[in-house]
Structures are given as structure tokens and as C-alpha cells.
């Protein structure tokens, strides 16, 4: 491998230094001061003053848990603002290209389409892995990021590990793993081979596991030189102030999000014996995740039948690989009860 972040770096980002806010530039050491050069409201009530640029709270509790350093980590509007920043901080639009593994999360289409950046999809094989041969065929001088879904929205499954470590050896772009669902997996995360790998990102999110999608908080872990590449680029209160409360006190709370975790896996496998007692149920996916994704016999006339009994779930049918499948998310136990008996009664 010949990796140099120098050379994948988008020219305009190398020449940036970060916008120095007024919360950058001075940091209180715990000393009583009056603060008059951010244009704030005086009145306090809780909100009035700008968040911490750099969220240095939460961050050294993720740095802590993590196992890695504070330099290690940015934060952001959810993992869909981290996956943008790289594209913006990497990516020159209409001449760089990023490679995706589809069938997987769809924000990596969308995002390099509003970067203008090209998308080089290549399928995973028929069993949800990478395909690597063909992987290493689309990559070319131009190519800066190749994004890994594992666990994989939508089938559910990791990666094998040696498969993202010949990917990793042999690519000279940004290897990103998306691990939004590594909390219901039985593997281990890749945040400790970080030291063994320059050109690794790993993005995580509360949004799952953590049960806090409405706050928006997105976390991507780095080397502290790719860190602060994208450090340029980040928008200064990106990560709002009750964001960055309400991550600490569930960060914190450890106990209380292992035990959601446990009751979401124990319900996973209910959920999946029911789905084995259904007739038009074809294949259940192996899953890592808080989903399942099945195929069917007909997904569009299941997904409609079970509209019609109240329960939503994600008809994947149009996805490449997908045909006739649906993602179903692990609910509670009431909403996994009601769910079956919907499948029974159909
Ligand atoms: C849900 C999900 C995310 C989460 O994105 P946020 O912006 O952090 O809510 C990221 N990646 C994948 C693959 C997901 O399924």
C-alpha cells in the first residue's frame, strides 16, 4: 500500500485553516469571566451561549469508552454530515470518484450526487459480500473513498474480515466502514486496528443502538491527520448544545443502553422464529443488525397487506440483489407481537 493522505486531500481543503470562532479562541480554565465577544444574549437559560466547537465533553467520555484519543474523533449533525464532510474534504467534484457496495445504505448515492462526484457501484456477491476482484478493477488514480457498510443496510450481514482487510492493504484512497449498527453485532469493531491502518475511517452514530436519531449526533473516528483535515471543513456548531448534552448523559448511561440492546437481540429472535412459520416467507437473511431482511413471494403485496393491518415496514424489492425482500426492524415486544399476528393472519 502507498497511502499519503497529502495526495487524496482536495487542493482548496489543503490551503484552509479552520474558521477561528470566538469559543475557539478563548477557553476557559474554570476562572470566573464575563463573556462579551460572542454577540450573545446576556440572559441565561441554558441555551444562550454558542455549544463548544469542539465538544470537548462528550468527546473525551467517547475517547475514554473507545479506547482511542480526543484527536481521534469528530462529531457531527449525524453520521449523514460526517459521510458529507468527507466527500467535501476529499472529493473533487466531476473528476474524483467514489466506489459503493450496493445493495447497501442509500446516503452514499445521494451524497455523491450532490458532490458531483461518481459513484462506482459494485454489487456485492450473491452471498452479501464484497466482491474484491471487481472492487479493485473500478478503482483508478482517481478514486478517494470506498465506502464499507458492515453490518450492511439493508441484508443485515458483516463483512468478513479478511475481505475488508485485503480492501484495506490494497486500496490507496479512504477506506470508510460505516458501523451504525455494530452494537447488535457479534463482531468486533474496527476502532482498534485504527493504529494499523492510515487510510481507515470508521463512522458510528446514537442513532440505533443508542436510541437518539431525533438529536442527531454522528461520529467519525481517524487518524488524528485525517481528523483535522476534516476539522477544516466542519461548519463550527455543527453539534448543537442540548446535541451534546443529551449524548453525554446517554453515553454515560451504559448499563441502560446495553440492556436495550440485549432486549432488542432477544426480540430479534423472536422475531425471526416467527418469520419462520410464515408460508410466503422464502429466505430469512443471517443478521448482525436491529433488522431483518426476508424475501418473500410477492414484497410489494405483503408490504401492502401489512399497511393495511398498521404496521410499516421497508419494501426492498427495487434494490439490486433485493427482489421481493423486506427489512423489518426489531420493535418492542407489544410491537413484535402485533407484528406477528399481522403475519399469521394474512
Ligand atoms: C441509520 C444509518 C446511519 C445513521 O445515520 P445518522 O445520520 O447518524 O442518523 C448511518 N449509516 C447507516 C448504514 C445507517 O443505516
Known sequence: MNFNLDNITRENVKGLSPYSSARDEYVSDGSTMIFLDANENPFENGVNRYPDPQQRGLKSILADQKGIKEE??????GSDEVLDLLFRAFCEPKQDNVITLPPTYGMYKVLSGINMVENREVLLTDDFQPNVIDIKKAIDNST?????CSPNNPTGNSFSTKTIEKLLNSFN??????EAYIDFSSKESWVSKLADYPNLIITQTLSKAYGMAGIRLGICIASAEIIAVVNKIKPPYNVNQLTQE??????????AVKKEINEILSERAK???????????ETIHHTDANFVLAKVDD???RYNQLLAKGVVVRNRTTQPL???TLRFTVGSSEENKILAEALKTI
Open 173 to 178: 484512497g479512504l477506506v470508510v466502514i460505516d
Open 72 to 77: 481521534n474523533i469528530l462529531l457531527g449533525n
Open 299 to 301: 414484497a410489494t403485496l
Open 246 to 255: 443529551r449524548a453525554t448523559d446517554r453515553v454515560l448511561d451504559k448499563e
Open 271 to 281: 422475531l425471526i422464529d416467527a418469520l419462520e412459520t410464515v408460508s410466503f416467507v
Open 144 to 148: 478517494k473513498l470506498l465506502f464499507i
Open 322 to 324: 433485493c427482489e421481493n
